[in-house]
């Protein structure tokens, strides 16, 4: 039996610098847009400038004819279809490029190829469309009404899908004596990978396979997709993920440019390539993060929360995705608003609304930081009005460490962890008291002061069941892994997962070394090729540590014993005297190293034993956790802010972390991926937003209007760590890239709302940009005036 | 996003320059640094038929003091200023500007001049030289001019600067020991371009400039007077007050910020 080694410290718990990294340092990675061949034509695209509208003509540029496409010239090219089995869910095709109609402001109408992509933006102006233009739809709440104009005719309505929980809150109704309103909204976004959407694309006639290297999450599901709506054998598809340089979700599913850049280059016979432009990524990305609520939450005089009543709004733009549709953020958000609080009483419906904006995708976080945001913003506002810290309500009204496991009122199974510890710890970081006093002594000198904070739990690694029960088109399974020893000892270890950030080459490696002992050096982890790794669904819902992480270990075990059989023969003694241990296999009379191992298995199989595996020293395991309803991360942070009254600017003096993803395979990584998290939070909560007016064009196309989060707006976050191990994974080992960007915005505007409490004013709405501030300012003013007269 | 078909012509004096500007079929600009009109190419905003590239152009670039007029030549980069090369009261106030604008690798290679021709009125240099007023030397065909900053932008990427003309520096006021500046920028996040510029220079007389409008710099007469009155801070309420007589148009938060940014400057040229 291996008991790995960890004598060297580089295992579970080691903060191993990243083996990816000197790559990226040397600039030396290679992404999709250093791929080049000789031939390859470049594409560029026209693209809707009306948000809705039918397309009457288009006119390509003459001379140019065979050079642009649109959807008539490619008519054996399938549009993307989401299915989904969620009840009254209605989907919505999305044709790679447009169909009759345009639905929002950056859908592709027609593909422009050239030698240069100068070239083929020249074609892409001189093409020529003739819109007529109809109505649009722009605001999510207006998609509602009765007379609001239909995005897609046939239904009737604007309504893509509902979710509805009843309660009966008599129940609670003598104790909850305090009940508290409010309204909220959280703007639209976009992801902003620092590399953008690319893809390259060749078939290549040796293998008769279309070739396709893509800046993607999930290469498996691309080929799958890919083979769909082209017509294609799966086999004749083979998709590589190269160097990725973050994706958040918008490249964990299929896109329009892939599928055509995958038909242009099976029937033109060229090579063609696509770089997404920032421009392109803020108009057509514009994606994320759009919901609305009304929350009232039920408590007791004392802030105990007994019930929870909720209409959520979320604009999930003009079409669904493939493959994990826009209906996921609707059942998200049901799933999660009562967070990690014991409720007795839950009503809550979801209403996901067609706008006539890009489609809505799942962004790291998916839903959860809306929904936290609302329920913790929520929260403070039950705080100020009766006059307790906040704090108080979360540690009373949340489910205790003796109660889990513990099924949710939204039916969510918590694991493991003490969730109001990670309340009180980062109570204490913040320096609560000292706050307090500093804002008092620092009134009316025109920066207010102010503390805040957010809890969340999170559901990662969530599997089988949960997807089952979504009834989307993929639902994973068990996540296999591959190992395989080289002639000369070295490990190759292959997973499904795509790897683009996260440091997945070393924390993979480092899970082959708590098995086997091996030196992370001495294992290459090859990852996002179709071609030489198994099936997997890929990179998303924070499930690779957990899901290939625990597929790595079964692996390596299985490999473990394989070689032992092998070793205890060399060794001339019996099995169970043998061990792997510090990657060579050691017994008593002696130790064989893994070289041997491999020798004698490659080279030199006459010393083999007549047992042995012939299977040999490769190795695919699956694995899937036992129950698979998903493993439970919790944090909470607290941040401290200042605002700026005469300007309404804010500035995140200090930002306190405490966080459980169970077991920390590299503690290291886990701080970079939280405080990465936490300033896309940030981005949400002071900075982005993907403006429209009232015709539905985008007001923020560049970063001279978009602001993003960069170094200047991250804090020095300081982080603490509890290790809570899920009972249900190996290792106890829990997801963790997502949950950074979760809990922020709450942090922030509650922060915010305690510094102006002295004005009674309150924001709202994401982001809090300044003139929003000024506005709650302004509005709580007139507000007093209004109660004076 | 890459740019339309254009000529591209690298200038090796300012003559081949005008001459090249004077002989130009359709649209030519003149590019400098590149900072503004690259990425307005790239995003096809503009599609000039003919680019005049005078980064070589020699004599463009001096810093020269003499009497009490420093002059700066058009090449110059925002990094030379923030680093200290303007000398004296002018150039300690010019430092602070240069410093806020957007990073430094923009700062390398964006040019004083670039800034002022391409006259965007979010950007710093329109706003902070109003203030300090002097003069825009302009060379055409038929010689130089000088035209009064006070005179130059007449609206939003819009200047007095003819069609066959180019700015070449500028004649800036040295100004004294005892010359007060305050520059105030409000903005989203450090090194963006301004949502509102407060721009305060109390030379000779008191100049006090109101920037980042969707019109030109202006300058605030009833602050200018208060200040040459003796008032050393203005209130954001009287700021307000003073702003909204020369831009009615503002709404409330543009006048409030647009007011912060007076009220401030005024408070850290006293400070």
Redesign the interface.
């Known amino acids: 039996m291996a008991d790995g080694g960890t004598t060297e410290g580089k295992g579970i718990g080691a903060r191993v610098l990243r083996k990816e990294d000197w790559r990226h340092l040397a600039g030396k990675a290679k992404f999709t847009g250093d791929f080049q061949r000789p031939g390859q034509k470049e594409m560029a695209f026209v693209r809707s400038e009306v948000a809705h509208a039918r397309i009457v003509s288009v006119t390509k540029p003459a001379g140019f004819e065979s050079s642009v496409f649109t959807a008539k010239d490619m008519p054996d090219m399938q549009p993307m279809r989401a299915p989904s089995k969620m009840p009254g869910y209605k989907g919505a095709d999305y044709p790679a490029l447009a169909i009759g109609k345009v639905r929002f402001v950056g859908e592709p109408v027609a593909v422009c190829i050239a030698d240069t992509r100068a070239e083929a933006e020249d074609l892409a102006q001189a093409t020529l469309v003739e819109f007529g233009e109809l109505p649009a739809v722009v605001d999510m709440l207006a998609a509602k009404a009765g007379d609001a104009p239909l995005i897609h005719e046939d239904w009737g309505d604007n309504l893509v899908m509902e979710t509805f929980a009843d309660d009966d809150f008599g129940k609670i109704a003598d104790r909850a004596t305090v009940v508290v309103k409010r309204e909220y909204r959280m703007a639209r976004h976009a992801m902003n990978p620092m590399e953008g959407r690319a893809v390259f694309a060749e078939w290549d006639d040796r293998t008769d396979q279309l070739m396709m290297w893509t800046s993607t999450q999930v290469p498996h599901l691309i080929r799958t997709g890919l083979a769909q709506f082209l017509g294609l054998e799966q086999r004749q598809v083979r998709v590589i993920a190269p160097d990725v340089g973050g994706g958040f979700g918008c490249k964990a599913l299929l896109q329009p440019e892939e599928v055509i850049a995958g038909w242009l280059t099976r029937h033109l016979e060229v090579p063609v390539r696509w770089i997404e432009d920032r421009r392109e990524h803020l108009v057509t990305g514009a994606n994320c993060r759009e919901h609305h609520y009304f929350v009232t939450i039920h408590a007791t005089p004392e802030g105990r929360i007994l019930g929870l009543d909720c209409d959520v709004t979320i604009d999930a733009g003009a079409y669904s995705v493939y493959p994990f549709t826009n209906g996921l953020e609707g059942a998200m958000a049901h799933g999660n608003l009562p967070g990690p609080y014991d409720i007795e009483v839950y009503r809550c419906r979801t209403q996901t609304m067609t706008t006539n904006k890009p489609p809505l995708m799942p962004y790291r976080g998916v839903a959860r930081p809306g929904v936290c945001y609302a329920m913790e913003m929520t929260i403070d506002a039950l705080a100020r009005d009766i006059g307790v810290e906040a704090h108080d309500i979360r540690t009373m009204s949340m489910v205790k460490q003796e109660q889990l496991p513990f099924m949710s009122i939204a039916k969510k199974h918590f694991d493991s962890g003490d969730y109001a510890k990670s309340v009180e710890m980062v109570v204490d970081m913040i320096g609560l008291d000292k706050i307090r006093s500093e804002q008092i002594s620092a009134n009316g000198e025109g920066r207010l002061v102010g503390v805040g904070m957010g809890s969340f739990v999170e559901q990662t690694a969530h599997g089988t069941s949960v997807f089952a029960s979504w009834g989307v088109a993929m639902v994973p399974g068990y996540e296999q892994a591959t190992v395989r020893l080289t002639p000369d000892g070295g490990l190759e270890l292959r997973i499904g997962v795509q790897s683009h950030g996260q440091g997945m080459e070393t924390s993979m490696a480092q899970m082959a070394y708590e098995v086997l002992g091996i030196d992370p050096s001495q294992v290459t982890v090859t990852h996002g090729d179709t071609g030489l790794t198994p099936y997997s669904t890929g990179t998303y819902a924070s499930r690779s540590m957990v899901m290939a992480g625990g597929a790595t270990a079964r692996a390596c075990r299985v490999l473990a014993e394989r070689m032992e059989i092998i070793a205890a023969h060399l060794l001339q003694c019996e099995r169970a005297e043998v061990t792997v241990r510090g990657g060579k296999i050691v017994s008593g009379k002696g130790e064989v190293s893994f070289a041997e191992i491999g020798r004698v298995w490659y080279l030199n199989p006459d010393e083999l034993p007549d047992d042995v595996d012939q299977g040999g020293i490769e190795v695919t395991m699956g694995y899937r956790p036992e129950p698979d309803s998903g493993a439970f991360t919790y944090a909470s942070h607290a941040c401290k802010v200042a605002v700026d009254i005469d300007t309404g600017e804010v500035e995140v003096l200090d930002y306190a972390i405490v966080e459980d993803c169970g077991t920390m395979v590299n503690p290291m990584i886990v701080e970079g991926q939280t405080y990465g998290g936490a300033t896309q939070g940030i981005g949400t909560a002071l900075l982005e937003e993907s403006t429209y007016d009232s015709f539905g064009n985008p007001g923020a196309s560049t970063f001279a209007d978009y602001m993003m989060p960069g170094a200047t707006d991250a804090p020095h976050y300081r982080i603490d760590h509890m290790e809570s191990p899920s009972p249900f994974t190996e290792y106890g080992i829990k997801g963790m890239g997502e949950g950074g960007t979760i809990p922020t915005p709450a942090a922030i505007g509650n922060a915010i709302n305690d510094a102006l409490k002295t004005i009674g004013a309150e924001v709202t709405e994401t982001p809090f940009t300044p003139r929003r501030v000024r506005a709650a300012i302004a509005a709580a003013n007139k507000n007093r005036q209004g109660d004076a007269a | ?5 254009f000529d591209h012509q690298r200038a090796a004096s300012l003559d081949d320059a005008l001459k090249a500007l004077g002989n130009a079929d359709g649209e030519a600009r003149i590019m400098g640094g590149g900072q503004s009109l690259g ?1 307005m190419m790239n ?2 905003l503009a599609q000039p038929d003919l680019l005049i590239d005078i980064s070589r152009v020699g004599g463009l670039d001096g810093i020269e003091v003499s009497g009490d007029v420093i002059r700066v030549g058009a090449r110059v980069t925002h990094a030379r200023v923030e680093d200290g090369e303007v000398p004296g009261v002018t150039g300690a106030y010019m430092q602070t500007v240069a410093s806020g604008i957007s990073y430094r690798s923009v700062r390398n290679r964006g040019t004083i001049g670039g800034s002022v021709a391409h006259a965007d009125p979010s950007a710093d240099w329109p706003s902070a030289l109003l203030a300090l007023g002097g003069d825009v030397v302009i060379a055409g065909q038929d010689g130089e001019r000088r035209m009064p900053l006070d005179d130059f932008q007449v609206g939003p990427f819009a200047t007095g600067l003819g069609f066959e003309e180019i700015l070449t520096g500028f004649e800036l006021p040295a100004l004294s020991d005892s010359a007060k500046c305050g520059y105030y920028k ?1 903005n ?6 301004a ?1 509102a510029i407060g721009a305060v220079v109390i030379g000779v007389s008191p100049r006090v400039v109101c920037g980042a409008t969707e019109a030109a710099p202006f300058r605030v007469s009833v602050a200018e007077e208060k200040l040459a009155a003796g008032a050393t801070e203005i209130s ?1 309420a009287d700021a307000r007050d003073m702003i909204a007589v020369h831009e009615p148009g503002f709404d ?2 543009d006048l ?2 647009h007011a ?1 940014a007076l009220s401030r400057a005024v408070g850290r040229a006293f400070a």
């Open positions: 996003m890459k740019s339309a078909k990425p995003l096809r409000v989203r996040k450090p090194g963006e371009f949502d954001v409330d938060y409030q910020i912060v």
